[in-house]
């Protein structure tokens, strides 16, 4: 026996605790608690990337890579959480955007929304019907990315002008400030230059054909005049008529 005791170590702390073993760091990677009282069953990232569908408008690869890749990897996840809320997550892959939209229930009942869009106004709504205009011609061309100037975009918005306004100081404003939103929004993407933006590749998945077709009517009514129409239908979906 005592050749037994001999072999047992000597050099053990005053408190006989053992090296390390890496459980407690294992413990507090694997816990999803954040805080006292946590019964939330994400991990800190998940929780991050669904805050950010809540928030934003859309999340992308290029404005969110964080949140997108986690959004790949733990979709079903976020998804779920989404439709507790009675929200539907929308993920175009190839365009890699995600967004978020109201659940539409199947008997025809209205469900408890969180959502507040406020409605895009007259001068933003040409703003995006221009753009998704210019990227699809862009991508049409082969362009890999495509750029707008904010002049160009400002002057765009004037040649929907009623003739018979005045306010010339007051339209450019709002047309400017229009552009200031939209890039707000995330689907102007600045560059180095003040005056030059990149369009987003989300402005196309979140603007389909019968989203645009329901703005175009609403800019009619709220101009109160056709000078919309005026311009044409093919001039505002000048791509579309492929």
Avoid: C
Avoid at 6 to 27: Q, Y
Avoid at 40 to 56: D, H, I, P, S
Avoid at 160 to 178: I, L, S
Avoid at 216 to 235: I, P
């Amino acid at each position: 026996m005592s050749d037994v005791v001999d072999e047992i170590p000597t050099d053990l702390p005053d408190d006989h605790s053992a090296e390390p073993t890496g459980l407690e760091e294992e413990v507090e990677d694997t816990s999803v608690s954040l805080f006292e009282g946590d019964e939330g069953g994400l991990e800190l990232a998940q929780r991050q990337a669904l805050v950010a569908l809540l928030k934003q408008r859309f999340i992308s690869a290029r404005t969110h890579p964080r949140d997108w890749q986690v959004l790949i990897d733990h979709e079903r996840a976020l998804r779920s959480r989404l439709n507790d809320l009675f929200l539907d997550l929308q993920v175009d892959r190839a365009r890699e955007v995600a967004w978020k939209r109201q659940a539409v229930s199947e008997t025809g009942s209205r469900f408890p929304t969180l959502l507040y869009d406020a409605p895009w106004s007259r001068e933003e709504t040409i703003v995006l019907v221009h753009l998704r205009d210019r990227l699809r011609a862009g991508v049409a061309g082969g362009e890999l990315r495509v750029f707008v100037d904010r002049e160009d975009v400002v002057n765009h918005v004037a040649s929907f002008r009623p003739p018979h306004a005045t306010d010339e100081a007051g339209d450019e404003r709002r047309a400017r400030n229009a552009v200031t939103s939209v890039a707000k929004s995330g689907l102007l993407i600045a560059t180095a230059s003040e005056d030059r933006y990149e369009i987003s590749e989300a402005v196309e998945p979140l603007l389909p054909l019968e989203l645009l077709a329901e703005l175009l009517e609403a800019l009619q009514k709220a101009n109160g005049s056709a000078e919309a129409a005026d311009h044409g239908d093919d001039e505002l979906f000048e791509e579309d008529a492929e």
